[in-house]
Nanobody, 115 residues
Framework: QVQLVESGGGLVQPGGSRTLACTPS????????MGWYRQAPGKERERVAT???????HYADSVKGRFTIILRTADNRLYLQMTNLQPEDTAVYYC?????????WGQGTQVTVSS
């Protein structure tokens, strides 16, 4: 069993920035596919930014140019850098990683964009 713990959520003003971190209980340097998803109230969970496989990155159209996914192997963490946040980015953000064929999810961290 692998635990993933997200951190970094909170209240952000429109136009602001935030960086989320995902801390796993096992190495994730090869945990592909891995990435970030989000779920807004009343909506289905959607893919935000992922590494589908080695050397490939996928971003949702709604976050392209604003969000950046980073795998930092030095500290074994997955990050999501978010800039120019808008109210429609308000959601619970989840980290996902694949370890030994198992797909693992964190509990999520709330990001609220509001003035």
């Amino acid at each position: 069993q692998v635990q993933l713990v997200e951190s970094g959520g909170g209240l952000v003003q429109p136009g602001g920035s935030r960086t989320l971190a995902c801390t796993p209980s096992a190495p994730i340097d090869n945990a592909y596919p891995m990435g970030w998803y989000r779920q807004a109230p009343g909506k289905e969970r959607e893919r935000v930014a992922t590494f589908p496989s080695v050397g490939f990155t996928h971003y949702a159209d709604s976050v392209k140019g604003r969000f950046t996914i980073i795998l930092r192997t030095a500290d074994n963490r997955l990050y999501l850098q978010m800039t120019n946040l808008q109210p429609e980015d308000t959601a619970v953000y989840y980290c996902q990683a694949t370890v030994l064929g198992g797909h693992y999810w964190g509990q999520g961290t709330q990001v609220t964009v509001s003035s």
